[in-house]
């Protein structure tokens, strides 16, 4: 079915503001999958926060044109499924891995994190940033014999102070 322009206008403006918020994207091959393998895919991305769309490659150079993601531009040829990590650097690129171990047909063609163009080698890199939590998780992990030394002192604060005002008391 033939899109009007208004309708190419509309799908560009809404692929452009996910982009704006989308930490990183992956575009994969899709030739060969049947409905039923698509609908899995876009119901284990739902789940995992990932915004999946399947567009023309025209209008998707047009939507990320001027975002951080203009550099994938010489990538997008072919039959494509894009994916933006909107919760998570990794999220799209692992849900891209884990589907393609059990479905050969997705075939991952380019990832970028809004720092250039990553090829497909670099999937299993992309897919291993860690969630947010993740990533906090272990900043605190790095901070954890100083935190619990903050931690017993803010403790002990009510036990000292107790102990100066009966010092003071005594003095008077």
Not at 21 to 36: F, N
Not at 107 to 120: D, E, F
Request: glycine residues 6%; positive net charge.
């Amino acid at each position: 079915m033939a899109l009007g322009l208004a309708a190419k206008k509309e799908i560009v403006a809404e692929v452009n503001e996910v982009a704006s918020r989308a930490l990183s994207v992956a575009v994969a091959e899709y030739r060969g999958m049947e409905v039923g393998e698509l609908t899995e895919l876009r119901v284990q991305a739902r789940e995992q926060g990932v915004y999946l769309k399947v567009i023309r490659n025209t209008l998707a150079k047009r939507a990320l044109a001027d975002s951080k993601f203009a550099d994938i531009d010489p990538a997008l040829t072919g039959q494509l499924i894009y994916g933006f990590s909107i919760d998570a650097p990794g999220g799209a690129a692992r849900l891209f891995k884990d589907y393609a171990k059990k479905n050969p047909k997705l075939n991952v063609t380019a990832l970028s994190i809004g720092s250039g163009l990553l090829g497909p080698e670099k999937l299993d890199a992309v897919a291993s940033l860690p969630t947010r939590d993740e990533a906090l998780a272990q900043l605190l992990a790095t901070f954890k014999a100083p935190v619990g030394k903050f931690v017993q002192t803010v403790n002990e604060i009510p036990t000292k102070f107790a102990r100066v005002l009966a010092a003071i008391k005594e003095t008077k």
